[in-house]
């Protein structure tokens, strides 16, 4: 997945600098698109597998329909913007903005967090392990937190982290605990 990405980017990158240098065909448009579209090869097959893992299981074919209808409605309604823009503004601002977008696109929680401390001495292959992991979040930060911590599972699923889960601890309404199973600790 991450590799299509970055496909994806370098070449849309490429073709930006391309344009601005005015060193630019249709074939060079052409090939770098291929490029980018074999990026997306890479990357939608992976991102749609995903989706059983971010989203509980009986909101799985709710999460594909919609899924679907983002991806035809990004395919319908895309060229048309980009064809606006480069009616407006020209090529190169098209590119631009298009090349921009994958800035935003890969969103990294983990980076948000820092490693808790590891009590055990756990070496690589230590076989199943659980992770809980103790948050005390105020009332005002709730959906902030919230939101994070959705884009988080996303992530611990992406690097093997099955069963997630977070919980809200009733009697201490500040105290959050994530829980999730690895396989081992690579």
């Known amino acids: 997945m991450f590799a299509g ?35 997306g090869a890479l990357n939608d097959p992976a991102w749609q597998a995903s989706v059983g893992d971010i989203v509980d299981r009986r909101d799985v074919p709710a999460a594909v329909s919609l899924l679907s209808v983002g991806f035809k409605t990004v395919q319908t309604v895309g060229p048309a913007l980009g064809g606006i823009v480069v009616a407006s503004f020209g090529l190169l601002t098209a590119f631009a903005v298009t090349t921009l977008t994958y800035r935003e696109s890969e969103p990294d929680p983990l980076e948000e967090f820092a490693a808790p401390a590891v009590a055990l001495n756990l070496k690589p292959r230590s076989g199943p392990i659980v992770v809980k992991i103790e948050y005390l979040i105020p009332e005002k930060n709730v959906e902030a937190f919230l939101d994070l911590m959705r884009e988080r599972r996303h992530v611990q699923s992406r690097v093997g982290a099955r069963h997630w889960t977070l919980q809200r601890n009733m009697q201490k309404r500040k105290q959050w605990t994530e829980t999730f199973r690895h396989a081992d600790l690579d």
């Open 5 to 39: 990405w970055c496909l994806m980017v370098i070449a849309s990158v490429m073709l930006t600098a391309s344009v601005a240098l005015r060193f630019v065909d249709p074939w060079m448009i052409l090939g770098f698109s291929f490029l980018i579209a074999c990026g």
